[in-house]
């Protein structure tokens, strides 16, 4: 039996049928790509060439694999052969001049293929450039037994080139930037904002920072606890840095507050919790602001029903637009509205992921990642809203 003759050109047609996903796939993935260039703001800054940058994959919060490359004499530089797959993050990191930069998470939209991105870096310095605080809240609660305080700082540096300290942190290996007193038996449960884990030393009753502070600035924010054993206690509030303004809020459950350096409290409302609220400011570095809390319950309580969300709501009230009068006067920018509802389910999780933790439903790894993500993902839409 003869078989039917194929012709050249259907014979050709099957052939690049069968080929052609394999081809195209691989042509389509050869043709992702991330490009940009690193940028030096500092006037007559130096070069910008020949640093070495790594691309880190992230699927979710897990990171997934790395990438290599360097920038050229313009501080230029590509990564190619990306996947598009929606689910996975990449995101641009890098050391100059002692500082670390990252630059912000970036994923492709269906039928994108390419992204271009800028990451901006100064030259560095040891010398300090006159840093300041120029917004400070301490926030107090009550937790059985404990004073639970919260710490959020709002630090500028004036100048045009990133502070990367000079006082040696052996443990570290890195070097002191930033210095904050803690009271004395303090315990410290959480850090928040740029503050990371890695970067930290306590030693003697400090908290040391040793990340860079850039132009700009940067926001921190720490949670601790310190116990009291009579109805009158008071707190020792260090001014680390010369300050602008403080705030001391303390949740009021029918107290006195009183402190020579700051004002009368006012009485107010936060998240339909009462509270008192003391202000004070044009504090020099190593100032110690003396609050005495009097009228203080003597017996063990579980505290109010209406809880603070911890640092969450710290950040909420300062810069994603929670009704707060006198925090909102200092914010320094407007919340743009298409961002709202993301950030306040963000921090409605993060509010139910602390009372989940505090009734054991979560061990602590698992609530340290997930508050870790939910809090970064906080900050990333807090800095396009700006």
Same mark, same amino acid.
């Given at each position: 039996?003869?078989?039917?003759?194929?012709?050249?050109?259907?014979?050709?047609?099957?052939?690049?049928?069968?080929?052609?996903?394999?081809?195209?796939?691989?042509?389509?993935?050869?043709?992702?790509?991330?490009?940009?260039?690193?940028?030096?703001?500092?006037?007559?800054?130096?070069?910008?060439?020949?640093?070495?940058?790594?691309?880190?994959?992230?699927?979710?919060?897990?990171?997934?694999?790395?990438?290599?490359?360097?920038?050229?004499?313009?501080?230029?530089?590509?990564?190619?052969?990306?996947?598009?797959?929606?689910?996975?993050?990449?995101?641009?990191?890098?050391?100059?001049?002692?500082?670390?930069?990252?630059?912000?998470?970036?994923?492709?939209?269906?039928?994108?293929?390419?992204?271009?991105?800028?990451?901006?870096?100064?030259?560095?310095?040891?010398?300090?450039?006159?840093?300041?605080?120029?917004?400070?809240?301490?926030?107090?609660?009550?937790?059985?037994?404990?004073?639970?305080?919260?710490?959020?700082?709002?630090?500028?540096?004036?100048?045009?080139?990133?502070?990367?300290?000079?006082?040696?942190?052996?443990?570290?290996?890195?070097?002191?930037?930033?210095?904050?007193?803690?009271?004395?038996?303090?315990?410290?449960?959480?850090?928040?904002?740029?503050?990371?884990?890695?970067? *930290?030393? =306590?030693?003697?009753? +400090? @908290?040391?920072?040793?990340?860079?502070? !850039?132009?700009?600035? %940067?926001?921190? #924010?720490?949670?601790?606890?310190?116990?009291?054993?009579?109805?009158?206690?008071?707190?020792?509030?260090?001014?680390?840095?010369?300050?602008?303004?403080?705030?001391?809020?303390?949740?009021?459950?029918?107290?006195?507050?009183?402190?020579?350096?700051?004002?009368?409290?006012?009485?107010?409302?936060?998240?339909?919790?009462?509270?008192?609220?003391?202000?004070?400011?044009?504090?020099?570095?190593?100032?110690?602001?003396?609050?005495?809390?009097?009228?203080?319950?003597?017996?063990?309580?579980?505290?109010?029903?209406?809880?603070?969300?911890? *640092?969450? =709501?710290?950040?909420? +009230? @300062?810069?994603?637009?929670?009704?707060? !009068?006198?925090?909102? %006067?200092?914010? #320094?920018?407007?919340?743009?509205?298409?961002?709202?509802?993301?950030?306040?389910?963000?921090?409605?999780?993060?509010?139910?992921?602390?009372?989940?933790?505090?009734?054991?439903?979560?061990?602590?790894?698992?609530?340290?990642?997930?508050?870790?993500?939910?809090?970064?993902?906080?900050?990333?839409?807090?800095?396009?809203?700006?």
């Amino acid at each position: 039996m003869k078989m039917p003759k194929i012709g050249f050109g259907l014979l050709l047609s099957v052939i690049l049928l069968t080929f052609m996903p394999v081809t195209v796939l691989a042509q389509t993935q050869n043709q992702v790509i991330i490009q940009g260039q690193v940028v030096n703001k500092t006037p007559n800054g130096k070069s910008v060439a020949d640093i070495s940058l790594e691309l880190k994959t992230f699927s979710g919060d897990q990171e997934k694999g790395t990438a290599s490359a360097k920038t050229d004499a313009l501080g230029k530089f590509q990564f190619t052969g990306l996947s598009t797959e929606p689910s996975l993050s990449y995101q641009v990191s890098f050391t100059y001049q002692e500082a670390d930069y990252t630059s912000d998470k970036v994923t492709f939209a269906p039928g994108e293929t390419s992204k271009v991105i800028q990451v901006v870096v100064w030259d560095a310095t040891d010398t300090d450039p006159g840093i300041k605080i120029s917004t400070a809240h301490v926030v107090v609660q009550f937790k059985g037994d404990d004073l639970e305080i919260t710490e959020y700082y709002k630090i500028e540096n004036p100048g045009d080139k990133t502070y990367v300290g000079s006082k040696p942190v052996p443990k570290l290996d890195k070097k002191e930037t930033l210095r904050f007193y803690l009271p004395a038996g303090a315990q410290i449960h959480q850090y928040a904002l740029s503050l990371m884990e890695c970067c *930290i030393s =306590l030693e003697n009753g +400090a @908290l040391i920072d040793t990340m860079a502070v !850039p132009p700009g600035g %940067r926001e921190i #924010a720490f949670i601790y606890s310190t116990k009291f054993s009579s109805p009158n206690h008071t707190i020792p509030i260090a001014a680390s840095l010369p300050t602008d303004q403080l705030s001391l809020v303390v949740e009021d459950k029918g107290i006195q507050v009183s402190s020579p350096q700051l004002s009368t409290p006012q009485r107010s409302k936060m998240e339909n919790l009462p509270v008192l609220i003391l202000n004070g400011g044009n504090l020099k570095k190593g100032e110690i602001i003396q609050a005495t809390l009097t009228g203080l319950p003597t017996t063990t309580s579980t505290g109010s029903n209406v809880r603070f969300a911890g *640092i969450a =709501l710290i950040v909420a +009230a @300062l810069g994603f637009g929670v009704s707060y !009068p006198i925090l909102r %006067r200092k914010r #320094a920018a407007p919340v743009k509205v298409s961002h709202e509802e993301d950030k306040g389910q963000l921090l409605e999780e993060v509010a139910r992921l602390d009372d989940s933790f505090e009734s054991g439903l979560i061990n602590e790894e698992e609530y340290k990642r997930l508050r870790a993500s939910k809090m970064a993902r906080l900050v990333a839409l807090s800095r396009r809203s700006q």
